[in-house]
């Protein structure tokens, strides 16, 4: 009697489907994944329990068990995609490593996160390659670029896990914004140019009234409440991630920092960003966020913020940074208006559109153009460059170049 087949379906314990989760596993970890022995064995348990019924179902069932954080969902898309593939393709993969004619193609734009897994997928294929002697070769270093100033030029999306970590290093070492306000209030200065009448009462009551000296007084200078509202859509996520670093670094340096994500709804991560290890930091807001890489509601999250938090974190000359790339998908009109208010409640509303990486950007979408009217500054932030050009911006007043007319008017002139 021959024994029954088995179910198309159904995933085999003593076949070959363990081990290539064990090995996609371990290619998730090298490209900056937190993936343990635990989850390996979980995964594998849910695989053997739900079989594999469709490339979907295999997808989401490893999905569930190896992703715990919202940002790890773009690495872990592009380690399925690739890994998962037919031999054939992974074979060509594979020979893109060998030492081939040079290409003078133009090469299209790596996906994001692909760096970062294609590097931990082929790191052993790498390895074993030989080494290649390069002919040493002088070059007058006035005409090229160090490592570091690729790094900083580089956008975030595109690199891989080794120059994220540099990157991440980089930004705790910026030179952060010294930007000061002053206050009404004041405090004791012996240069100061007003008189301070109620020191000298209390010097002169030390003394029985027998002597009476001049005190002197100056206004208060602090740093102005620093607001971030930052867009945690899909296609915000990686930039969103790595600019929450650089507000880690300036928490440390400065007291009135506060920092909320939005993408269908208002999180506010102030309380998370207090916690001195930024790794720590970030996991407390991956788990606070509900919403992370998800849709987003540019207009409702602003009407929102006005609503509950613009009084409380508003005051004192509050500068605000908006990150999101205005891509609204509901009405405008009501953009718009909280738009308004918002730049109306603080001192300084800054832009923050990793869109404006592209050369040929222009000012088309209805988000943007419902946006643009009502921000002072509107900057970059994909690279090292444009966080440091951000630094130094708070610092003083702003360049011609970042001022949002430039781009209205541009659009006004291609309509007529």
Known sequence: MKAPRPDPGEAIVDGRIADNIVYFARTLRKAGMRVGPASVKDAIEAVLAAGIGSRDDFYWTLHAVLVSRHEDHPTFDEAFRLFWKSRELIEKMLAMFSPVAPDNKEKQKPRAAENRVSQAMFEGHQKNQPVQEIPEIEVDARFTFSGNEVLRGKDFAQMDAAEMADAKKAIAQLRLPFDMVRTRRFKADAHGRRVDPRAMMRSAARTGGELILPKFRSAREVHPPLVVLADISGSMSQYTRIFLHFLHALTEKRRRVHAFVFGTRLTNLTRQMRHRDPDAALAD???????????????????????????????????????????????????????????????????????????????????????????????SVHNLDALADLCASLDKKSAGSVDPRRWLDAGARRAA
Request: proline share 2%; hydrophobic share 40%.
């Open 285 to 379: 807001c991956s788990a606070a966020v509900k919403d992370w890489s998800g849709g987003t509601r540019i207009g409702d999250t602003l009407a929102e913020f006005n609503r509950l938090w613009s009084r409380r974190v508003l005051g004192q000359g509050a500068v605000v940074l908006l990150i999101t790339d205005g891509l609204e998908r509901d009405d405008v009109a009501g953009l718009s208006e909280e738009m308004e208010r918002l730049h109306k409640s603080c001192r300084r509303l800054i832009w923050l559109n990793p869109l404006l990486r592209f050369d040929g950007f222009e000012a088309r979408a209805r988000g943007v153009k419902a946006m643009l009217p009502h921000v002072d500054e509107f900057r």
